[in-house]
């Protein structure tokens, strides 16, 4: 194994790295409310060492934590956030919630901080003993729908990086080929003219009546539109609950997601004329106002060739008995495709990366990845199957298994930097793919003026 003696590092570590995964899961918190996670790790790097910056891009759980000051400069992501509804005893086969508890870590965040906390570990180490390159622990919160890393990359938290390698928990090892999709959130605001429903609907204009007509237009456009394109919508204000009302006021939330931002840009300016066409109709107006917006994501073979070759290169955690019988009656509670039976409960290989096709999610890593070469890799945390952002993945974050998971995490991360420090031809090489990929390079989909929604301190 390549550069075992820093990749011990994160053995001797492992109990620490045990512990701050954990008690993120016994304290979740919700996207860009993260203060105790974030006050954890910052003061956790510090005494490792570490420079750390609070507050990066305007976000006060965003942070990031350098070692070493040479060049090249690799980063690793951190994310820490937690998801609503997802409360969930740990260890358990069972659907069974935590009194008094609504956010848990149904996604594995907790994982995903201590595996790369123990990556920058190694990585500090071999800096050490080499002299070469600067190691950043980006730490990004609100990764659940508060596209937290949009946000810092708008504020170009990440230029100057040369390249950023990531993991996410998942249900098998891989590194990532699949791209994802750009997409923009615009909430679309009707405003018409309210009169009673039976005595005068001849004075009244029904903002209600507009977002219908948007949201028949919409269901006609989907026909015309490519088939690799998203168009999903939610009624947030449907004016009232009292029919004998016009509702002169409704809201209707778009989320519109394309191959790239210039299909995104299209197929919204398309959406906003179906509003248009659908105030006309009623003779209301409306305005528009953009929300959230993604990048699709940007990937790159030499990275992911890089990193495929540190995940082979590295032994894969060994599951116990005990283990093995855990993952296998959590199977017997969600359905397994015919692929899936034929695989033992827990991965045990690490598989050859699939040819990239075309998925219907988004990350907020792509706009990572259009300011730097970035890779990613699945590590098999859950058992075979599991479902994400669901009860047995939020059951299974405390596991022995995931844990060992998280461990090898972090040396496959530590693996694929100290490659690429290493090696700096790959990241030359990697810039070049990069750079045929981004043309103009990175234009963030968000308004100048949108702030994050930052959640206040709750008092405990
Ligand atoms: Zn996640």
Known sequence: MLFEKHLGVIDREAAQLCAVSDALWDNPELALGEY???????????????????????????????????????????????????????????????????TNHGCGHNLFAGG??????????????????RITLFGCPGEEGGGGKVFMAREGVFKGVDSVVSWH????????????????????????????AGGAPHKGRSALDAVELMNIGANFLREHMELTSRVHYAILDAGGVAPNMVQSHAVVQYLIRAVDMEAVRELHARIDRIAQGAALMTDTTFTSRVVSAYADLITIPTLQATANEAMHDIPLPVPTEEELEYAKALQATFRLTQEEKLLPPLATVVKDPAPPVAHGGS???????????????????????????????????????????????????????????ENPALIEKAWEEHKAKVGDGYVCGLPADLEPEILPRSEK
Not at 52 to 70: H, L, M, N, Q, Y
Not at 124 to 133: P, V
Request: charged residues 20%; hydrophobic residues 40%.
């Open 36 to 102: 105790a996670a974030a006050e954890l790790i910052t003061d956790l790097m510090e005494r490792y060492g570490f420079t750390v910056e609070r507050g990066v891009g305007g976000i006060p759980t965003a942070f990031t934590a350098t070692f070493g000051s040479g060049s090249p400069h690799l980063g690793v992501l951190a994310e820490y956030d937690g998801l609503p509804s997802m409360s969930q005893e740990a260890g358990i086969a069972e659907k069974k919630s935590i009194p008094g508890r609504d």
């Open 169 to 196: 928990p998942e249900r098998m090892y891989m590194v990532r080929t699949r791209p994802s999709l750009a997409n923009v959130k615009v909430n679309y605001a009707f405003e018409g003219i309210a009169a009673h």
């Open 363 to 421: 990350t907020d890593t792509a706009d990572v990845s259009w300011n730097c070469p970035t890779v990613q890799m699945h590590i098999g945390t859950w058992a075979v199957g599991t479902p994400g952002h669901s009860w047995q993945s939020t059951s299974q974050c405390k596991a022995s298994y995931a844990k060992k998971a998280m461990l090898y995490a972090g040396k496959a991360v530590a693996g694929t930097v100290m490659r690429l420090l």
């Open 116 to 133: 790369s906390i123990g990556a920058v570990l190694a990585v500090k180490d071999y800096i050490e003993a080499t002299g070469k390159g």
